[in-house]
């Protein structure tokens, strides 16, 4: 069975850091692409971070340029987001999906999702 579940969310005071997780079971990383979400309320899903399937291709938005790492582990079927230098806008709740092979920016494109995981920046 299929399945993304992600942790690590919480609450952190400004300029601080986070490492969200997302383990992936039921599928390879190796033909699978993975990107992170988030979404506010009352605002639209926005894409954050993308690591393809072969895991040399990553890409990220430009809200987080520079301050969110996207990695993968490929024995533990694990990716991570290290979200430094947190700011108050990025409060959101954080998902991680799955699309065969290459990233797309478009939620729609992404069959498979996970739960989510609240992250909150306030001092």
């Known amino acids: 069975q299929l399945q993304l579940v992600e942790s690590g969310g919480g609450l952190v005071q400004p300029g601080g850091s986070l490492r969200l997780s997302c383990a992936a079971s039921?599928?390879?990383?190796?033909?699978?692409?993975i990107a992170w979400f988030r979404q506010a309320p009352g605002k639209a899903r926005e894409a954050i971070s993308c690591?393809?399937?072969?895991?040399?291709?990553?890409d990220y938005g430009d809200s987080v340029k520079g301050r969110f790492t996207i990695s993968r582990d490929q024995a533990k079927n694990t990716v991570y987001l290290q979200m430094n230098s947190l700011k108050p806008e990025d409060t959101a709740v954080y998902y991680c999906?799955?699309?065969?092979?290459?990233?797309?920016?478009?939620?729609?494109?992404?069959?498979?999702w996970g739960q989510g995981t609240q992250v909150t920046v306030s001092p």
């Open positions: 999906a799955r699309r065969f092979r290459s990233c797309n920016s478009q939620p729609t494109e992404y069959p498979n």
């Open positions: 690591i393809n399937n072969g895991g040399g291709s990553t």
């Open positions: 039921g599928f390879s990383l190796s033909w699978n692409a």
